[in-house]
């Protein structure tokens, strides 16, 4: 059988075993049973069992394996088998926060599937991209992502991208005529189209010939490797991190086993139990899974408010966005387009009605006319409009459902006026059919499509008003093409300037009988001396919640920029209205404005913020971000069509629409706003510096008990006083009471005023000098002198003396040891009350508010009486039944820290006031 390429498109249906009015429903679902979904079956994952193993040797679990190799060595055995039972707990722990994260991430991906645009029974449906089978008829527009490998039966201006298939990232004509069988890849063949790649241009209709595993991609996929993606920044400093502390603890750990055999004369024994208990107290061992924690916890919360990430670390990234780029329609605005107002033949109609429903209908000097009148008097242009159109309305099916839109919104609202006009479209098109289309180019900002009527071919244009109006001749005057002199086009220009500053959205509409012999493909050649018709002016009303957004991100410190393709005083109108721009002194750049500036005048301009960017094309929005990423600031740039994608790869973080956004943008970004809506983006910043600020919690909190733990073996080395703390007694803290509270720290609210204080500088560190001053010197000393304090009080309270050893068996030891473990145990309650804020009070945002904490302390607590009372818990990590006496001193010092931090904090508030002022 000859390869269906080199077939003409009606054996191309014979061959796939299919019509022009598709596959029914019926046939589609039984060749989905025969065929299976049309999937890739996914790269091979690394096995489970390796990753769970790979938590075993990162840095944290080899300082904890070569502790416990010391203790063997040493000896002690029980400490030995105590290590590495942490290791093993951490390890586990580890990995179900890991695999938990992923699965969340996973899911995320599932809420937008793919989807793709097919004929089934006649009619324009979309499915699923999986539920795709052979024989299928496939809609394709500039955008879309191709789901299966398809032979075109129409093309119009098409060209795809096929770097999945051959490296290249060139746009590539396709065509829908017959191509003779060579011996060529078929990548070559001009009227396929593959899976995997994408359409950059034009629009078309294709039959499917394979799904899944048997396309051209899938079986390039089954010889693919797993790729290892690249660490993020925020993973990079974490890992920087590990391996800082691991120095500390690798250094103090040998420095004090020197002091400790040379200078204090211990054994070698007791030294490698020194340098084991420096080694143990300086391991923050619940670090690597709560930062998964929090980033997952983000994830999770940011898919709540519409906003989905495609990897764990772009949450932190939108925390430290400085300057936000971001598109005009539907993203500031509702999206749901309504023509307001025509104007025609010197006239202006009003059109009433809202929204895609076609109820309402045309008022001319306050006179509401008939549909009749309506459709006589504006024929034309509800013609140019209607037919120049690739939307489509969808009647509701059930009496609680609305009407819907396939296509473009801006489109479907022309196909509603056209309605309430008693245009009826669907009829007049049958008499007129469409031979051709010249899409719609960002560079043009026009379309043109090109009917048969009586005959005769006539294209009819839509588009920006003064680019329409720079291909116009004549205009249309009483029914007749008039010339298009100086003072009517200014005349024109006038009307549209008007409705630009109402913030009304302005197409101009034109058409012209072509003549013979010419060629439709040519845009110079159809797109010239054309007749004016109109201009239709609509409204698409700003969100709601946008302008209260917007604010919240001034007071945040964060720029932003609209960058729009629309008309500037459109473009500035909704910008006032909405907070953006203060509206006196705003400077308008368009792009023709962008494309004469230099490096040096548009950083000027992005420097004076003001500023908005009209009649921009997407290669604008690319050298914009470039520029300000000059500039040191840190970018999210917002896109929803196919050349959106170079911009938003540039961008630190891409942003992706949803609902508008096409399939390559979806793919480019690290973002994707499930509703199109700003405010979402405000909330995504909002997430990013909780889960930052949430990170530095947790640290402060580990870091803090380190100083207690730290301390006592230095006491131990120079003064001749026994150990205050054991390590087996410090793996009991950082593995058993420390591990919930910490965690509920990465689920800790937002502080009140997060969104008031600018963003944190591009190379400042997770770990800053203010943060280990506070975590070591404030409350690592603190809890340090409360710990030693109490030690030594239980001690002199039962009569030894300075300098008197004491057995590690002997029972006042052993309740001094308990006591000082109970009181690092009961010092970080207060610090982990204390660390839900770094400069609000805890009462501010409610003491008992994180439930999370509460649960956390609850568990600590349990654990800790487990430690003291269970015998055989007692028995192995040296711990002594304490009395109520004990009990009524230590329970003091959580209140006391979380005090003296709050103090602290009244401080600091107190001196930024001042300053302020």
């Given at each position: 059988?000859?390869?269906?390429?080199s077939?003409?498109?009606?054996?191309v249906?014979?061959?796939?075993?299919?019509?022009?009015?598709?596959?029914?429903?019926?046939?589609?679902?039984r060749?989905?049973?025969?065929?299976?979904?049309?999937?890739?079956?996914?790269a091979?994952?690394?096995?489970l069992?390796?990753r769970f193993?790979?938590?075993?040797?990162?840095?944290?679990?080899?300082?904890?394996?070569?502790?416990a190799a010391?203790?063997f060595?040493?000896?002690?055995?029980?400490?030995a088998?105590?290590?590495?039972?942490v290791i093993?707990?951490?390890?586990?722990?580890?990995?179900?926060?890991?695999f938990?994260a992923?699965?969340?991430?996973e899911?995320?991906?599932?809420?937008?599937?793919?989807k793709?645009?097919?004929?089934?029974d006649?009619e324009?449906?979309?499915?699923?991209?999986?539920?795709?089978?052979?024989?299928d008829?496939?809609?394709?527009?500039?955008?879309?992502?191709?789901?299966?490998?398809?032979?075109?039966?129409?093309?119009?201006?098409?060209?795809?991208?096929?770097?999945?298939?051959t490296?290249?990232?060139?746009?590539v004509?396709?065509?829908?005529d017959?191509?003779?069988?060579r011996?060529v890849?078929?990548?070559?063949?001009?009227?396929?189209?593959?899976?995997?790649?994408t359409?950059?241009?034009?629009?078309?209709?294709?039959?499917?010939?394979a799904?899944g595993?048997?396309?051209?991609?899938?079986?390039?996929?089954?010889?693919?490797?797993?790729?290892?993606l690249?660490?993020?920044?925020?993973?990079?400093?974490?890992?920087?991190?590990a391996?800082?502390?691991a120095?500390?603890?690798?250094?103090?750990?040998?420095?004090?086993?020197v002091?400790?055999t040379?200078?204090?004369?211990?054994s070698?024994?007791?030294?490698i139990?020194?340098?084991?208990g420096?080694?143990?107290?300086?391991?923050?061992?619940?670090?690597?899974?709560?930062l998964?924690?929090?980033?997952?916890?983000?994830?999770?919360?940011?898919?709540?408010?519409?906003?989905?990430?495609?990897?764990?670390?772009?949450?932190?990234?939108?925390?430290?966005?400085t300057?936000i780029?971001?598109?005009?329609?539907?993203t500031?605005?509702q999206?749901?387009?309504t023509?307001?107002e025509?104007w025609f033949?010197?006239?202006?109609v009003?059109?009433t009605?809202v929204?895609?429903?076609?109820v309402?209908?045309?008022?001319?000097?306050?006179?509401?006319?008939?549909?009749?009148?309506?459709?006589?008097?504006?024929?034309?242009?509800l013609?140019?409009?209607s037919?120049?159109?690739?939307?489509?309305?969808v009647p509701?099916?059930?009496p609680?459902?609305?009407?819907?839109?396939?296509?473009?919104?801006?489109?479907?609202?022309?196909?509603?006026?056209?309605?309430?006009?008693?245009?009826d479209?669907?009829?007049?098109i049958?008499?007129?059919p469409?031979?051709?289309?010249?899409p719609?180019?960002?560079?043009?900002?026009?379309?043109?499509t090109?009917?048969?009527?009586?005959?005769k071919?006539?294209?009819?244009?839509?588009?920006?008003?003064k680019?329409?109006?720079d291909?116009?001749?004549?205009?249309l005057?009483d029914?007749?093409?008039r010339p298009?002199?100086?003072?009517?086009r200014?005349?024109?220009?006038?009307?549209?300037?008007?409705?630009?500053?109402?913030?009304?959205r302005?197409l101009?509409?034109?058409?012209?009988?072509?003549?013979?012999?010419?060629d439709?493909?040519?845009v110079?050649?159809?797109?010239?001396?054309?007749?004016f018709?109109?201009?239709?002016?609509?409204?698409d009303?700003?969100?709601?919640e946008?302008?209260?957004a917007?604010?919240?991100?001034?007071?945040?410190?964060?720029?932003?920029?609209?960058?729009?393709?629309?008309?500037g005083?459109t473009?500035k109108t909704?910008?006032?209205?909405?907070g953006?721009v203060?509206?006196?002194?705003?400077?308008?750049?368009?792009g023709?404005?962008?494309?004469?500036?230099?490096?040096?005048?548009?950083?000027e301009?992005?420097?004076?913020?003001?500023?908005?960017f009209?009649?921009?094309?997407?290669?604008?929005k690319l050298?914009i971000?470039?520029?300000?990423?000059s500039l040191?600031q840190?970018?999210?740039?917002?896109?929803?069509?196919?050349n959106?994608?170079?911009?938003l790869?540039?961008?630190?973080i891409g942003?992706?629409?949803?609902?508008?956004g096409?399939?390559?943008?979806?793919e480019?970004?690290?973002?994707?706003l499930?509703?199109?809506?700003f405010?979402?983006?405000?909330?995504?910043?909002?997430?990013?510096?909780?889960v930052?600020?949430?990170?530095?919690k947790?640290?402060?909190?580990?870091?803090?008990?380190?100083?207690?733990?730290?301390?006592?073996f230095?006491?131990?080395?120079?003064?001749?006083?026994?150990?205050?703390?054991?390590?087996?007694?410090?793996?009991?803290?950082?593995v058993?009471t420390?591990t919930?509270?910490?965690?509920?720290?990465?689920?800790?609210?937002?502080?009140p005023g997060?969104m008031?204080?600018?963003?944190?500088?591009?190379?400042?560190?997770?770990?800053?000098?203010?943060?280990?001053?506070?975590?070591y010197l404030?409350?690592g000393?603190?809890?340090?002198?409360?710990?030693?304090?109490?030690f030594?009080?239980v001690?002199?309270?039962?009569?030894?003396?300075w300098g008197?050893?004491?057995?590690?068996?002997?029972?006042?030891?052993l309740?001094?040891t308990?006591i000082?473990?109970?009181?690092?145990?009961?010092?970080?309650?207060g610090t982990?009350f204390?660390?839900?804020t770094n400069?609000v009070?805890v009462?501010?945002?409610?003491?008992?508010s994180?439930?999370?904490?509460l649960?956390?302390?609850?568990?600590e607590?349990?654990?800790?009486l487990?430690?003291?009372?269970v015998?055989?818990?007692?028995?192995f990590?040296?711990m002594?039944p304490?009395?109520i006496?004990?009990?009524?001193?230590?329970?003091?010092?959580?209140?006391?820290?979380f005090l003296?931090d709050?103090?602290?904090k009244?401080?600091?508030r107190?001196?930024?006031?001042?300053?302020?002022?």
């Open positions: 059988m000859a390869p269906v390429y077939l003409p498109a009606n054996q249906y014979q061959a796939l075993n299919t019509a022009p009015r598709g596959l029914s429903d019926e046939e589609a679902a060749r989905l049973r025969q065929y299976g979904p049309n999937e890739i079956e996914e091979r994952k690394t096995p069992i390796f193993l790979a938590n075993f040797y990162q840095v944290f679990a080899l300082l904890l394996w070569a502790s010391l203790a060595i040493s000896g002690s055995q029980a400490l088998w105590t290590i590495i039972a093993v707990l951490n390890a586990g722990f580890a990995f179900v926060q890991e938990q992923e699965r969340a991430v899911a995320l991906k599932k809420l937008l599937p793919a793709a645009r097919v004929v089934r006649g324009i449906k979309e499915i699923l991209a999986r539920e795709l089978v052979p024989g008829i496939v809609i394709l527009d500039a955008g879309d992502n191709i789901s299966a490998d398809a032979r075109l039966i129409q093309a119009v201006e098409m060209r795809t991208i096929n770097a999945a298939l490296g290249e990232s060139e746009p004509r396709r065509i829908a017959p191509v003779p069988e011996p890849p078929l990548s070559e063949i001009p009227n396929l189209v593959f899976a995997g790649t359409v950059a241009f034009g629009s078309g209709r294709a039959v499917v010939s799904t595993m048997e396309t051209q991609f899938g079986k390039i996929a089954r010889l693919t490797q797993t790729v290892k690249a660490p993020s920044p925020l993973q990079i400093e974490v890992h920087n991190i391996f800082f502390i120095g500390i603890a690798i250094v103090a750990g040998i420095l004090l086993f002091v400790g040379f200078l204090a004369q211990l070698i024994g007791d030294a139990l020194f340098a084991i420096m080694i143990i107290a300086n391991v923050p061992e619940g670090l690597l899974p709560t998964t924690l929090a980033l997952a916890v983000g994830v999770g919360a940011l898919a709540r408010r519409n906003a989905l990430v495609k990897r764990l670390s772009a949450v932190e990234t939108m925390g430290s966005v300057t780029c971001t598109d005009k329609t539907g500031l605005t999206n749901e387009m023509v307001r025509i033949d010197g006239e202006t009003h059109v009605g929204g895609y429903e076609p309402g209908g045309f008022v001319l000097d306050g006179t509401a006319l008939s549909r009749e009148a309506s459709a006589h008097l504006l024929h034309t242009p013609r140019v409009a037919f120049c159109n690739n939307a489509r309305l509701p099916s059930a609680h459902e609305k009407w819907r839109i396939v296509g473009d919104p801006t489109e479907a609202a022309l196909l509603v006026a056209a309605l309430k006009g008693g245009f479209y669907e009829r007049e049958k008499t007129a469409r031979v051709y289309e010249l719609f180019e960002s560079v043009r900002k026009r379309m043109t090109i009917h048969q009527e009586d005959g071919l006539v294209s009819y244009t839509k588009g920006a008003p680019e329409v109006l291909i116009c001749t004549q205009i005057l029914g007749q093409a298009l002199t100086f003072a009517l200014q005349q024109v220009m006038n009307e549209n300037d008007g409705f630009a500053l109402a913030a009304l302005v101009g509409l034109a058409f012209r009988p072509l003549p013979e012999n010419i439709i493909r040519s110079e050649q159809v797109e010239r001396d054309l007749v018709v109109g201009l239709v002016a609509m409204m009303p700003p969100r709601p946008v302008a209260d917007i604010k919240l991100c001034y007071q945040a410190g964060i720029n932003i920029y609209m960058i729009t393709g629309d008309y005083l473009a909704i910008a006032a209205k909405i953006l203060s509206g006196a002194g705003t400077r308008i750049v368009t023709a404005d962008l494309d004469q500036m230099s490096s040096d005048d548009l950083r301009a992005l420097q004076t913020h003001n500023v908005i009209a009649r921009a094309a997407p290669e604008h050298r971000a470039t520029e300000l990423q040191g840190i970018v999210a740039m917002t896109g929803d069509g196919v959106d994608a170079p911009a790869k540039k961008a630190d942003i992706a629409m949803g609902i508008a096409t399939d390559v943008a979806k480019a970004a690290q973002m994707i499930a509703d199109d809506n405010a979402t983006i405000e909330r995504a910043v909002e997430e990013g510096r909780r930052y600020d949430n990170i530095r947790f640290l402060v909190y580990i870091f803090a008990h380190l100083g207690p733990e730290f301390v006592p230095i006491a131990f080395a120079l003064l001749p006083v026994p150990l205050a703390i054991t390590p087996m007694q410090i793996l009991a803290i950082d058993g420390e919930l509270p910490a965690l509920a720290l990465g689920v800790e609210p937002a502080e997060i008031r204080r600018p963003p944190r500088p591009r190379r400042e560190r997770l770990l800053t000098v203010p943060l280990l001053l506070r975590a404030f409350f000393a603190i809890e340090s002198i409360f710990v030693m304090a109490v030594f009080w001690l002199y309270r039962s009569g030894w003396t008197t050893p004491l057995a590690t068996t002997d029972p006042l030891y309740q001094a308990t000082a473990f109970l009181g690092i145990v009961m010092t970080q309650v982990v204390a660390a839900r400069k009070s009462f501010r945002v409610g003491l008992f994180n439930r999370w904490v649960w956390g302390i609850g568990f607590m349990v654990v800790t487990a430690l003291l009372y015998p055989p818990l007692a028995e990590f040296g002594y304490l009395g006496e004990d009990w009524a001193i230590v329970i003091l010092f959580g209140p006391i820290v003296a709050e103090a602290r009244w401080l600091v107190r001196s930024e006031s001042k300053t302020a002022l």
